[in-house]
C-alpha cells in the first residue's frame, strides 16, 4: 500500500496498562461469569503519532489459551523487542516481524491494530477507509448471558428488540438450553436469533441439539470443543441449522480448512482471535470467495476494542450483524468520546475522522490504570 516516499512508521515505544472495569451487570457464559473486566490496552508512539489498541483476552485461559497476564509477558518479552526501533512501510508489516511467535494472536494483535491507528492516522483516514471498509454503516446485534429463568431472557431480549439490535444472540449451556430458546422463540417468533454454546457440548448430545432445528435459529455458535473442527463437521452433517465457529478459527487455514470439510455455514471473526486487521482480512475475504457469511465477534470491549470491531466490520465479507453494540450495555462510562451509540434501527454509523475515529480519554484511562509499564528501544 505504502508508495516509496511516503512516511515510514518507527516504533518508538509501546506502554501496556491494565484497567479494571466493572460491568454495568454480570456476563455469564458457559466458561464462568464476569463481573468485572481486566482491560489490556496498548498504546504505541510511531513518528510523533499515538496508536491505541486492546488486547481482548479473557482474565483466564478460558475462552482461548490466552489470558491478559500470559499477553502482558508475551509482548514484554517478545513482541515489544522484535518491533521496537523497527521502520514498518505499513502496519501489515508487523506480522512479518512476529512470524518466530506462535500462537498468542491477541497479544499479535495488540501490536499490529495500534499500528494500523498510527497509519490512519499518517495518511489522514478513517481506519475502516485503509482496511478497504465499504460499509459506512454497520448491522449490530447483541450477545446476552447465561439468565437464572428463561422469562428473565425474554424480557431482556424484548429490551434489545426494542432497541433496534437485528440479531438476538443467547448463550446457552446444556440444562440451560431447550427452555430458554423455546421461551424467547415464543415470546419473538420473527427474529434472527442464535446460540452460543462456548464448546459446551459434545457428540453424545446429538439428539438434543438436533431438536434445536425446530427454533429457526440463524445458527449455533461453536457447539463442541473450543479446538476442534473436525467433529463440528460430523456434527454439521446431522443438523439442518447452520454451524457458526468461533473458538477454533485462528488464522486463514483455519477458515479454509473449516470451509473446506463443511464444519461450518457461518465464521464469526474475532480481531483479537485471529491476530489483528491482516488476518481478519484474509479471512473475510475467503469468506466472501466461498458465500460463507461472516461476522464480527466480541470479547465484553471498552471503547477501544469496540472502535476497533467498528472499523473491521465495514469490510465487504462481513455481511451479518455482529456482536458489536454500545458502550452503554456494557460500561456506565466509557474510555472513547462519543461512546459508542447504537441507532434504532440497530446499526453504528461509522466514524469518519482519521484514525479510530473517537476521541481517546487518556487522562480517564489514566486515572483507572491499575498496572502501566513502557517499552522502549535501547
Ligand atoms: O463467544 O462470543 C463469545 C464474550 C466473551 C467471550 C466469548 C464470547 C463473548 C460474547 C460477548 O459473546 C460479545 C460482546 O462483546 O458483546
Ligand atoms: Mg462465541
Redesign the pocket.
Known amino acids: 500500500m505504502a508508495t516509496s516516499g511516503e512516511a515510514l512508521m518507527r516504533v518508538e515505544s509501546i506502554t501496556l496498562r491494565k484497567l479494571r472495569m466493572r460491568l454495568k451487570s454480570p456476563?455469564e457464559?458457559s466458561?464462568g461469569v464476569?463481573h468485572e473486566r481486566p482491560v489490556l490496552l496498548v498504546e504505541l508512539q510511531a513518528d510523533g503519532l499515538t496508536g491505541w489498541s486492546e488486547v481482548t483476552a479473557?482474565e483466564g485461559p478460558f475462552?482461548n489459551s490466552e489470558s491478559i497476564d500470559i499477553a502482558w509477558l508475551v509482548i514484554r518479552e517478545f513482541l515489544a523487542p522484535l518491533i521496537l526501533g523497527k521502520s514498518l512501510a505499513c502496519a501489515s508489516e508487523a506480522g512479518r516481524h512476529f512470524c518466530a511467535i506462535r500462537g498468542h494472536e491477541m497479544a499479535r494483535a495488540g501490536i499490529e491494530n495500534a499500528l494500523w491507528d498510527i497509519e490512519a492516522q499518517q495518511r489522514s483516514v478513517p481506519l475502516a477507509t485503509l482496511l478497504g471498509g465499504t460499509q459506512t454503516e454497520i448491522a449490530c446485534g447483541?450477545?446476552l448471558g447465561l439468565h437464572s429463568t428463561p422469562d428473565k431472557l425474554a424480557e431482556r431480549v424484548a429490551t434489545e428488540v426494542a432497541a433496534g439490535y437485528q440479531r438476538i444472540?443467547i448463550?446457552i449451556k446444556p440444562g440451560l438450553d431447550l427452555t430458554y430458546i423455546s421461551a424467547v422463540r415464543n415470546a419473538f417468533p420473527d427474529i434472527r436469533l442464535s446460540v452460543?454454546a462456548?464448546s459446551a457440548y459434545t457428540l453424545d448430545d446429538l439428539d438434543l441439539l438436533r431438536q434445536f432445528d425446530d427454533f429457526n435459529l440463524l445458527m449455533i455458535?461453536?457447539p463442541l470443543w473450543w479446538d476442534d473442527i473436525y467433529n463440528h463437521a460430523k456434527l454439521q452433517k446431522q443438523l439442518k441449522t447452520w454451524i457458526c465457529l468461533?473458538?477454533p478459527i485462528h488464522q486463514l487455514r483455519d477458515a479454509q480448512t473449516a470451509i473446506e470439510l463443511e464444519a461450518c455455514g457461518i465464521i464469526?471473526i474475532?480481531l483479537g482471535r485471529v491476530g489483528g486487521y491482516s488476518s481478519a482480512r484474509q479471512i473475510q475475504a475467503h469468506c466472501l470467495s466461498q458465500n460463507i457469511p461472516a461476522w464480527c465477534?466480541?470479547?465484553?470491549?471498552c471503547g477501544i476494542g469496540r472502535a476497533h470491531n467498528i472499523a473491521v466490520s465495514t469490510l465487504p465479507g462481513y455481511t451479518l450483524p455482529g456482536?458489536?453494540?454500545a458502550s452503554q450495555?456494557?460500561w456506565a462510562e466509557d474510555v472513547i468520546e462519543p461512546e459508542v451509540t447504537v441507532t434504532p434501527q440497530g446499526t453504528i454509523h461509522v466514524p469518519q475522522t482519521p484514525g479510530l475515529g473517537y476521541h481517546v480519554r487518556s487522562e480517564l484511562i489514566e486515572r483507572w490504570t491499575a498496572e502501566k509499564q513502557t517499552f522502549r528501544h535501547s
Open positions: 456476563f457464559t466458561f464476569t479473557t475462552y447483541v450477545s444472540k448463550k452460543d462456548n455458535e461453536q468461533d473458538e464469526n474475532k465477534g466480541g470479547m465484553l470491549e456482536d458489536v453494540s450495555r456494557y
